[in-house]
C-alpha cells in the first residue's frame, strides 16, 4: 500500500502579508497586497503595479556581504522554509547527520534566478563589470535555489528544482508527495518561490500583453480574476513551503496535522507555448485523475483554489474544465483565486493557493475572490465574490495551469 502523505508546517512570505498567519488574516479579509511597484522606478512602463513583497528585511536571512551574490528567491525562500520548520517542529540544529540525510528538499520556480541575472547583465552593459557577482554562474544556475535551502539548514536528502510555469510548485508538491508516498524518504521540505519583479522581466510580460494596464491608480483593484471586465494578471512574487511528512512519522511525534495530500496529477495538452486550448479537456481530466488517485468523487469536494490569473482566456477554459471534472456538481462547489489579492507569483503560485487552502480547512473559512465586479456569462460558478465564507471543507482541489499547455492538480483531505 502506499504510504500516505501529511502536510505539518506551513510558512508563507507573502505580498499581503509576512508569517502563515498575517497572510492568511490578510487573504481571509479580503486585503490586498497588490501595490504600486517600489523595487525600481515603473513610471516608464505601460504596467506599473505588481504583488510586491514589502518591509521584508533580506539581511535577517542573507548577509549583507552574501547579498549581491545570491538572488532575492533566496531569503524569500529561507525566510518562509524556517517558519514552516518551526511550525512543524522540527528544528535542524538539533538534528543528528543521518536524520538530516533523511529530510529531502524540493523547490518550485518557474524563474529562478532570472533577476540576478538581470542585474548581472545590467552591470556589465553600464560600465560596472568590476560589480558583477563572482557567483554569476552559480546563483543564475536555477538548480542551486534549491541548494541555498539544503545548505542553510544542513538538509541531505535530495535537493531539486522543479520549473514546470506556472505549475511548478504544485509539481514540486507532488513530486515530493510522491518520494514519501514511495518510502524513498520520510520527510521532504517543499514549496515554491518566485521573485520576477525586475525592469526587463516586467518589459517582457508587457510585450505578451498578458498584464493588465488598466489600474494603475487603483492597484488592488488590479487582479480581476472571472470579472467580465478582467484584461490580464498581476505580476506578483513570494514563498510559500511547507513540511511533508509520512503519517505514522507525523503521529508518532505528536506533529500537528494541517492535511492530506489525498492525490496528484499533472498532463500536458501539448498545444501551444502559452495559450490554453479552447475545449479545457485535459486541466478536466488532470482533476480527474487526482480525484481518481484520492478515491474521491466529484461530488464530495467542497472547496476549489482556482488557477484563476484574471486573463479573458485562463478563467473562461478554467472555468469550463471545472464543469467538466465536476458534471453537474460544477454549480454546487464553492472556489476562489488568491490571485485576486497577490497578483500571480508565477512558479509559486501554487503553493500559495495551497497554503490558503490548508488553512481554510483547520479555521472552516473560505477565502473570497476580490473584485469580481461585472458577472462574465462564461464564468457562471461560485467564485465566493462576496468575501470570505464560513465553510466546512473536508476535500479541496488545488488546480494550475502553466505556459507550455502544462496543468496540475493535488486534492488535500483536512487534517483529523
Not at 60 to 74: F, G, L, M
Request: proline residues 4%; hydrophobic residues 40%; negative net charge.
Amino acid at each position: 500500500m502506499p504510504r500516505r502523505v501529511v502536510i505539518t508546517g506551513i510558512g508563507a512570505i507573502s505580498p499581503n502579508g509576512l508569517g502563515r498567519e498575517n497572510f492568511w488574516r490578510a487573504t481571509r479579509e479580503g486585503v490586498s497586497g497588490i501595490r504600486r511597484i517600489t523595487r525600481f522606478d515603473p513610471s516608464t512602463h505601460v504596467v506599473q503595479v505588481a504583488g510586491e513583497v514589502v518591509d521584508f528585511d533580506e539581511h535577517c536571512w542573507v548577509q549583507p556581504k552574501d547579498r549581491p551574490h545570491v538572488s532575492r528567491a533566496v531569503p524569500l525562500a529561507l525566510a518562509a522554509v524556517q517558519e514552516a520548520l518551526g511550525d512543524a517542529g522540527i528544528e535542524s540544529k538539533s538534528m543528528t547527520r543521518d536524520q538530516l540525510r533523511g529530510v529531502g528538499v524540493i523547490v518550485g520556480s518557474g524563474g529562478g534566478s532570472q533577476e540576478f541575472t538581470e542585474e548581472q547583465y545590467r552591470l556589465y552593459y553600464t560600465g560596472h563589470q568590476k560589480q558583477c557577482s563572482v557567483y554569476t554562474i552559480p546563483t543564475g544556475t536555477i538548480g542551486t535555489l534549491a541548494s541555498e535551502v539544503s545548505m542553510r539548514f544542513g538538509f541531505r536528502g535530495m535537493s531539486h528544482i522543479v520549473s514546470t510555469g506556472c505549475t511548478s510548485s504544485t509539481d514540486a508538491i507532488g513530486y515530493a508527495y510522491r518520494n514519501i508516498q514511495a518510502g524513498v524518504i520520510d520527510a521532504m521540505v517543499t514549496g515554491g518561490v518566485d521573485a520576477p519583479i525586475a525592469p526587463l522581466i516586467l518589459r517582457g510580460f508587457i510585450l505578451m500583453r498578458i498584464l493588465t494596464a488598466s489600474w494603475n491608480a487603483e492597484p488592488e483593484r488590479a487582479s480581476r480574476p472571472f470579472s467580465r471586465d478582467r484584461d490580464g494578471f498581476v505580476l506578483g512574487e513570494g514563498a510559500w513551503f511547507f513540511v511533508l511528512e509520512e503519517r505514522e512519522r507525523a503521529l508518532a511525534r505528536g506533529a500537528h496535522i494541517y492535511g492530506e495530500i489525498a492525490g496528484y496529477a499533472s498532463t500536458c495538452e501539448a498545444y501551444h507555448r502559452v495559450r490554453l486550448e479552447e475545449c479545457g479537456e485535459e486541466p478536466a481530466r488532470t482533476i480527474l485523475m487526482a480525484l481518481e488517485e484520492a478515491g474521491v468523487p466529484p461530488h464530495a469536494v467542497q472547496y476549489i483554489n482556482y488557477h484563476g490569473t484574471a486573463t479573458e482566456l485562463n478563467d473562461r477554459i478554467e472555468t469550463r474544465a471545472i464543469k467538466l471534472a465536476m458534471d453537474g456538481h460544477a454549480y454546487k462547489v464553492a472556489g476562489s483565486s488568491v490571485k485576486s489579492l497577490i497578483g500571480h507569483p508565477q512558479g509559486a503560485c501554487g503553493a500559495a493557493g495551497i497554503a490558503a487552502t490548508l488553512l481554510a480547512m483547520r479555521d472552516g473559512v473560505a477565502p473570497g475572490t476580490k473584485n469580481v465586479e461585472e458577472p462574465d456569462p462564461e464564468c457562471d460558478l461560485d467564485y465566493i465574490a462576496e468575501g470570505a465564507r464560513k465553510m466546512d471543507i473536508e476535500y479541496a482541489v488545488a488546480n494550475c495551469i502553466a505556459f507550455g499547455s502544462k496543468n496540475s492538480a493535488i486534492i488535500l483531505r483536512r487534517g483529523e
